[in-house]
């Protein structure tokens, strides 16, 4: 069993900046993936990147240039640092780790940019 927990949400302006940390404790050194997945009221929840055990990180199309995930999966920390936050990534921001045969999801922490 793997435990995650997220935090550094908040309320910050559009341009403005964010560290989100995810803390995992339990089993760690099974998990070979962590990502960050965010999900907007009314909306899908989607990728936001993500870091493999091999160091390849990944991020999706919206935040390419703005968003660096960091940390090392066998680590209990990762962190999403976002830059040049916009309005539209106001959503509920979630860590999850992956392992051989099941995945494990945080509670989400909340993200809201003003204009």
């Known amino acids: 069993q793997v435990q995650l927990v997220e935090s550094g949400g908040g309320l910050v302006q559009a341009g403005g900046s964010l560290r989100l940390s995810c803390a995992a404790s339990?089993?760690?050194?099974?998990?070979?993936?962590r990502d960050w997945y965010r999900q907007a009221p009314g909306k899908q929840r989607e990728l936001v990147a993500g870091i493999s055990s091999d160091g390849v990180t990944k991020y999706g199309d919206s935040v390419k240039g703005r968003f660096t995930v960091s940390g090392d999966t066998a680590k209990t920390t990762v962190y999403l640092h976002m830059n040049t936050l916009k309005v539209e990534d106001t959503a509920v921001y979630y860590c999850?780790?992956?392992?051989?045969?099941?995945?494990?999801w945080g509670p989400g922490t909340q993200v809201t940019v003003s204009s």
């Open positions: 999850k780790a992956v392992t051989v045969g099941a995945a494990y």
């Open positions: 339990g089993s760690i050194s099974g998990i070979y993936r």
